[in-house]
């Protein structure tokens, strides 16, 4: 097996480290008072129009098959309702907990890839994701009887990513990154833009135009924590396979945990088994990369 290229890490590294900002910012923005439905909507309009400014882009698109076109724009449905799902359960418990509910990516994507890529399914895989599990209960523990409406929409939103980074995993040499971020992103936006009128009725105490402010969260937002990340995390994901990055990513409840500790002070509204949970979470993450070259030198 072809060895992953260190470049390859430490792309993976920076977009899972801005990725651990979004929930930050989703925050920041709904404090604010936009409602997480109408902020996803207006993060894929930016990140959009961001991705159309950049040189080529429109030749790029031009150039896409028709097959490989539809197949890029259902996963960037998925992304629409995995963004709804996530800043809901940021909305509904804190960044922290809905970060936390990441760490499940492994298990579902060691589940759902070998299903893709119609492969025999690793069973190591399988036990390093379940091996997140006892983690993740611990973190249950400690929070649902405040906050079991972001665990389940936190949930939900780590199967709907595993499932869009396993279909990205199969679609990732079609095309370059910046333009399946583009037609993911721009599908996304057009998905979610018939439905805008019922999440407004549903929330008509929450605005809808973004203010000066608003406007600087979302330039960051769409340029650093969308544009950037994804174009490293689809760079990365070239090199190594969906459940391999998608175990890296459960640093980003790490990342994020610390930057709302700063924030929000959300560390306060947690208790010593929330952080014995975390610790089996990363000490499975940092265990994956030594298991598996051991493993694949016996094999």
């Not at 929930?23 to 996803?40: E, P």
Request: contains cysteine; charged residues 15%; aromatic residues 14%.
């Amino acid at each position: 097996m072809e060895k992953t290229p260190l470049r390859a890490y430490l792309e993976l590294h920076l977009s899972v480290f801005l990725f651990g900002a979004t929930a930050i910012f989703g925050k920041l923005l709904t404090d604010r008072g936009l409602d997480g439905y109408t902020m996803v909507w207006w993060r894929m309009l930016f990140t959009l129009l961001v991705l159309c400014l950049l040189p080529g882009m429109m030749g790029e698109l031009r150039r896409l098959s028709r097959p490989v076109l539809w197949r890029l724009s259902g996963i960037g449905v998925l992304v629409a309702v995995h963004w709804i799902l996530f800043y809901l359960s940021v909305e509904v418990s804190n960044p922290t907990i809905t970060l936390c509910c990441f760490s499940t990516i492994t298990l579902f994507t060691a589940l759902l890839e070998p299903l893709f890529n119609r492969t025999r399914p690793s069973w190591m895989d399988i036990l390093l994701g379940a091996a997140i599990v006892p983690g993740i209960y611990l973190v249950a523990q400690a929070t649902l009887d405040k906050f079991f409406w972001g665990l389940v929409l936190g949930l939900l939103a780590a199967f709907f990513a595993a499932v869009f980074s396993s279909l990205n995993k199969l679609v990732v040499s079609e095309t370059k990154p910046m333009t399946i971020t583009l037609v993911e992103i721009g599908a996304g936006w057009l998905f979610l833009t018939p439905f805008l009128p019922l999440a407004q009725w549903a929330a008509p105490g929450d605005k809808f135009w973004p203010d000066g402010l608003d406007l600087a969260y979302f330039a960051v937002f769409s340029i650093f924590c969308t544009v950037l990340s994804y174009i490293l995390s689809l760079r990365a994901l070239r090199h190594m396979s969906a459940f391999a990055s998608n175990l890296t990513f459960n640093l980003e409840p790490v990342y994020g945990a610390l930057m709302a500790a700063a924030v929000f002070q959300d560390h306060r509204q947690l208790n010593a088994r929330f952080y014995l949970g975390m610790s089996l979470i990363l000490v499975t993450v940092f265990a994956y990369p030594f298991i598996k070259s051991r493993f694949l030198k016996k094999g």
